[in-house]
């Protein structure tokens, strides 16, 4: 009995032992296609969840297999997975082929994903690798010259300034061109985030939250069969942000670090003139105040000396004028480039307000996971300092995602980002920028007032017959706004069978901006004040949850998708606002020491309701059909026009899978497609349909109301009727590949100030009654160029032709046309250029006074007439007048360029890749509305002048000139919006350039990594325009001011991986 026991007992034991016993598995993973090894491929055992591991840099791997364990699974992004049964031998090698998604390529687009082969839609992809070498602190920054149809444009180079994307053109006059920003599948908060009322601050960017270093890839939506699906928020296009994600595996620790620098001198800005040329053209000022009155050249010149003496020797100089020569060149003694006071040393402007600025960004990701749960988290700093002292930006954000697996029917993605961001020294509208000294200085001034000078005091005066001294400013004044935010979303996706799922998803969306800005009492913005402070805060809440059902099945050669789903959305924004004056000392820059105090606050808030519908159809993936519906309701409008009907229908023919075409084995690929959808645009104000009163009004210290804005209960949806025709082709195995493609846009109902009875207590009140049309051709071109023995090298080019234009403005019935309507640049709020909208009108027409040159004669501006009968006279053959007050309006360009796209090029051999974008525009106007102030002909006397003026202007022995004369008494001339500040704005530019090398595999396993790579990067490097004296690339409006231009970055980078 006892021995029957025992053997029982070991059987029993042998059992267990042989159910624990593991099998140790060796083999090597290799590409199908190249027969190349592949590193990081995850290798599994299928039903278990004992863990996997992943290939090493050569493809090989180790894996123990529990005697349970029957089947591997070995899988890679981009590869089909594959599922090996184990049998009697310990080597199992394995090759992956690339999956049918990665060669047709998959786009994350409205609520789903898709193939590009089957998408009916435009739209286009980026992926990871093509921006994350780009010093930016905020994604679309990266985009610029990669994607037709889409133009990027920078308010700034400064520190942390806000970027604009473009999507086909303008399509609204009061609403925003913006596009809509969708974060791994929720619409977020986007623009600008800095409120200050009369302040707009143009570099509080909220999109700069998201560090580019956890983008997986970008995806933009350009029409309507691919936007339509968002409904109203969608008018102008849609940028699909989606971050990464963890692989199965052993986690892999990634770390990044980059450091870069700006010198103070590479970049494109307008020459100063040096001392010797300040000086010459203060003369001639003061010279041509005597002399145009009728005095003569001895009495100028005795006036001039006189003038140019005092103020040397006042400012305490070393050495005095003693004459000119032939009124062209003052004769100081002692004159260097660099004025010496008299202590004996040089004030360098450039070294006191510039600086070498360095970029700096280190990232910490970790990845990994199982069958069951992957993860994905990260880490970064990112330090960017700007050219002006002032000006910093900084960055801490942290990321998790989590997927998990519970059994086999229900996953769920949790989303978590928080991000705190700080800026200084950024423009506001009151400082006019933070490049604002260039239009003040003067080199010809010491830094210290000369009444007072060994008591360092400093000189103060302004313009006229002064310049401001920016330096002492620049400590007189400071600005700082921080932004925190975090954003959350946890998504549950149940599936019923495996062609039915649900996928229910909440965001919730948080932004905490709080501002600060003080003017001491000697700044000249706080002189009058005594002093002023502002403190703000803004608080930005959003949530969408949505819910959608998704079915797909295939029927044999049909195959169809369905999409039917609920959202709603709600926004909520309050705003506080405290100012302060009368400051007791200049050491306290608070509210609560002040003397006189003021506050202002709002609070609104907005919610959409949606209901949305999708269906897809294919047969034998041939011919493709597509519908979508979605119907939202929004609390911005009246009960009468609340609700809007968006949708959209496309279809796709792949030609080449037709048996005509067969023989035809060159052409890989052929595709027609076609789309036709309607988008809308939501007023900017929450309350526009109704009458509203605030609560600002005083009387006797007694509070009180007023009406602030009168109901307009009709106000409805801007509407936008998209339709798109397309065709793609692929040559070769698609060695060559590329798309041409045509659309058609007409922005109806759009809103616009329209006159009202003065009865009302307002003389304007919006409706919707413009319109406006974008048309334009898109061309993509690219291909392989060499792929052979290790050497890879491709290389595309995208081309956009758009044409905006103005159909229809508010006509008040005694015209046929619609009334113009005058309007100005709202960058920095300087109003630096004039725009008209007119029927027939390209969107962005330029308004002004047309300048007909210098007259070689005299000296004297010249303008153009349109009325021959009151001309003063004729010059090049047309009416003209020395005074722009008989001159006549009229347009004076088209800021929108003909043509702007991108040049990109690759190249890849053993380890060492080399990777060019180029971006370009051609044709449309810059408008430099700083010119004016730049090349100043006499308005103000003493301020600094550039280069360019005084090798153009004309003076008695250079008749050529193409710049006037200077003129001490044409004091408004200059300052008029014409034709002399504008400029072709055609260019061609290196925008980024990278060449990396990847470390080889033997020499990483000594040291346990799995990648090491280390690179160049260089922004700005090299660019070709006809406009020379600053830089040629400018923001949305075409135009440019005292913002601080782009500069040339050089960053230097590392990547690591374990």
Same mark, same amino acid.
């Given at each position: 009995m006892n021995k029957k026991f025992i053997l029982i007992l070991v059987g029993f034991l042998c059992l267990a032992m042989y159910s624990y016993a593991?099998? &140790?598995?060796? %083999?090597?993973?290799?590409? $199908? +296609? @190249? %027969? $190349?090894?592949?590193? %990081? $491929?995850? &290798? @599994?055992i299928k039903d278990l969840n004992s863990g996997g591991t992943s290939t090493l840099s050569d493809g090989s791997y180790t894996i123990n297999v529990p005697a349970n364990g029957k089947i591997l699974i070995f899988s890679y992004l981009g590869y089909s997975s594959k599922e090996i049964t184990l049998g009697a031998s310990n080597e199992v090698n394995v090759s992956l082929s690339e999956s049918s998604e990665t060669l047709e390529g998959v786009m994350v687009v409205a609520y789903g994903t898709a193939k590009k082969g089957s998408y009916t839609g435009s739209a286009a992809s980026i992926d990871n690798k093509t921006i994350k070498d780009v010093p930016v602190t905020s994604f679309e920054n990266a985009l610029s010259g990669r994607v037709s149809g889409v133009q990027v444009t920078s308010s700034s180079g400064q520190a942390g300034a806000t970027s604009s994307i473009r999507i086909r053109g303008i399509g609204s006059m009061n609403a925003s061109n913006e596009p809509l920003y969708v974060i791994d599948g929720v619409p977020v908060v986007s623009g600008n985030a800095g409120q200050m009322s009369d302040y707009t601050y143009a570099t509080n960017n909220i999109m700069s939250s998201i560090n580019p270093s956890d983008i997986e890839s970008i995806t933009i939506l350009k029409d309507a069969a691919a936007s339509s699906l968002y409904g109203s928020r969608a008018a102008n296009g849609v940028v699909i942000v989606t971050t990464k994600r963890g692989k199965t595996g052993k986690p892999v620790v990634s770390l990044k670090?980059? &450091?870069?620098?700006t010198p103070s001198w590479a970049t494109d800005n307008y020459e100063v003139a040096g001392v010797q040329e300040q000086t010459n053209m203060l003369y001639r000022i003061f010279h041509d105040v005597r002399t145009s009155t009728g005095q003569s050249e001895v009495a100028g010149n005795t006036y001039a000396l006189t003038q140019l003496n005092n103020r040397f020797n006042r400012h305490g100089y070393k050495f005095s004028t003693t004459g000119t020569t032939l009124g062209e060149n003052v004769i100081i003694s002692g004159m260097t480039d660099g004025m010496v006071n008299r202590e004996g040393s040089y004030f360098d402007w450039e070294d006191a307000l510039f600086r070498t600025a360095v970029y700096q960004t280190n990232d910490l990701a970790v990845s990994g996971g199982d069958q069951n749960t992957t993860y994905y988290s990260s880490l970064s700093y990112t330090k960017d300092q700007g050219r002006i002292k002032l000006n910093?930006?900084?960055r801490v954000s942290g990321r998790v995602n989590l997927n998990q697996k519970i059994g086999k029917y229900v996953e769920f993605f949790t989303n978590v980002n928080f991000a705190r961001s700080g800026q200084t020294g950024f423009n506001d509208t #009151?400082? @006019?920028?933070? +490049? =604002?000294?260039?239009?003040? #200085? +003067?080199?010809l001034w010491p830094f210290y007032w000369p009444n007072d000078y060994k008591t360092g005091q400093p000189f103060t005066a302004r313009f006229g017959s002064l310049a401001q001294n920016a330096v002492y400013y620049d400590t007189e004044w400071e600005n700082k706004s921080i932004t925190k935010r975090i954003t959350a979303n946890e998504t549950v996706t149940v599936k019923f069978l495996p062609e039915l799922n649900l996928k229910s998803v909440f965001s919730y969306d948080n932004s905490q901006v709080s501002d600060h800005i003080y003017y001491s009492a000697n700044h000249f913005n706080g002189a009058v004040t005594k002093g002023l402070v502002n403190e703000l805060t803004t608080n930005t809440n959003k949530w969408v949850s949505s819910t959608t059902l998704n079915f797909n099945k295939q029927f044999g050669l049909h195959n169809i998708g369905i999409l039917a789903g609920f959202e709603a959305e709600n926004n909520r924004t309050d705003f506080q606002r405290s100012t302060g004056t009368d400051l007791p000392s200049s050491a306290l820059h608070t509210v609560a020491t002040a003397g006189v105090l003021s506050a202002s606050a709002y609070d609104w808030g907005n919610s959409i309701v949606s209901g949305l519908s999708r269906i897809e159809y294919n047969y034998n993936d041939k011919y493709y059909l597509s519908g979508s519906f979605r119907r939202d309701g929004s609390s911005k409008l009246g009960p009468e026009t609340r609700w809007g009907n968006f =949708?959209? &229908?496309? %279809? $796709?023919?792949?030609?080449?899978?037709?048996?005509?075409?067969?023989d035809l084995t060159y052409i890989s690929n052929l595709r027609l497609r076609a789309s036709y959808g309607v988008n809308g645009t939501l007023p900017s104000a929450n309350f526009g349909w109704r009458t509203l009163t605030g609560y600002s009004a005083k009387y006797m210290s007694q509070a009180g109301g007023s009406i602030t804005s009168i109901a307009d209960p009709n106000l409805t949806w801007e509407t936008s009727y998209s339709s798109n025709v397309a065709l793609e082709f692929g040559l070769f195995n698609n060695r060559i590949s590329g798309s041409v493609e045509y659309f058609n846009r007409d922005s109806k109902d759009l809103l616009q100030d329209v006159p009202i009875s003065m009865v009302t207590g307002f003389n304007s009140t919006l409706r919707n009654v413009g319109e406006i049309n974008n048309r334009g051709f898109e061309v993509d071109f690219g291909g392989d160029i060499i792929r052979k023995d290790g050497l890879r090298w491709s290389a595309s080019l995208n081309a956009s032709f758009i044409k905006s234009k103005v159909t229809k403005l508010y006509s008040n019935g005694t015209t046929p046309a619609g009334q113009d309507i005058v309007w100005y640049d709202p960058t920095g709020g300087d109003a630096r250029a004039q725009f008209i909208y007119r029927e027939g009108a390209s969107t962005l027409s330029l308004w002004g006074y047309e300048w007909a040159g210098t007259h070689p004669d005299n000296g004297k501006n010249v303008w153009y007439m349109n009325n021959s009968s009151t001309a003063d006279f004729q010059y090049n053959g047309r009416p003209a007048t020395y005074s722009y007050s008989k001159a006549s309006f009229t347009i004076l360009g088209d800021a929108m360029p003909d043509v702007y796209g991108g040049l990109n090029t690759d190249v890849a051999y053993k380890g060492i890749t080399l990777a060019l974008n180029f971006n370009y525009k051609i044709g449309g106007k810059i408008y430099d509305g700083a010119f004016k102030d730049v090349a100043d002909d006499g308005y103000y006397w003493e301020r600094i002048r550039a280069q360019e003026y005084y090798d153009h202007m004309w003076t008695p022995t250079n008749t050529a000139g193409s710049l006037p004369k200077l003129d001490g008494n044409d004091l408004t001339d200059p300052m008029q919006y014409s034709t002399r500040q504008m400029h072709d704005a055609s260019f061609f530019r290196l925008k980024n350039i990278t060449l990396a090398y990847n470390l080889p595999k033997t020499l990483l396993q000594k040291v346990g990594s799995t990648n090491a790579r280390i690179y160049f990067n260089g922004s700005n490097l090299l660019t070709f325009s006809k406009y020379k004296i600053a830089d040629p690339e400018v923001n949305q409006y075409g135009t440019r001011g005292w913002e601080t231009p782009f500069g040339k970055t050089y960053t230097f980078g590392i990547e690591l991986s374990f």
């Open positions: 593991q099998k &140790v598995i060796k %083999g090597k993973v290799i590409d $199908a +296609n @190249t %027969g $190349a090894p592949i590193s %990081g $491929a995850s &290798v @599994t670090s980059s &450091v870069g620098f910093d930006f900084d #009151r400082n @006019t920028g933070s +490049n =604002y000294f260039f239009q003040s #200085r +003067n080199l =949708y959209s &229908v496309g %279809g $796709a023919w792949k030609i080449n899978s037709e048996d005509f075409m067969k």
